[in-house]
């Protein structure tokens, strides 16, 4: 049982580390009329999912 809660505890541990590393990017596309949040790990990471959304995405 002592295993199953230490192996839980440490699953549930890791995957706050790894989701904590992501920020927040605002993405941009035609003039601010649409906008989204992009979670990524770097500035570049959010460039590259927010130029797949469109010709006239950026980040803000």
């Known amino acids: 049982m002592k295993r199953i ?5 440490f699953l549930i541990a890791l995957t706050a580390f790894v989701t904590s590393c992501n920020k927040e990017y605002v993405c941009e596309c035609d003039n601010g009329a649409y906008s989204q949040i992009i979670e990524a790990s770097s500035k570049s990471s959010a460039e590259s999912d927010c130029n ?3 010709t006239s995405c950026s980040l803000q």
């Open 5 to 9: 809660i230490s192996t839980t505890a």
């Open 52 to 54: 797949t959304k469109g």
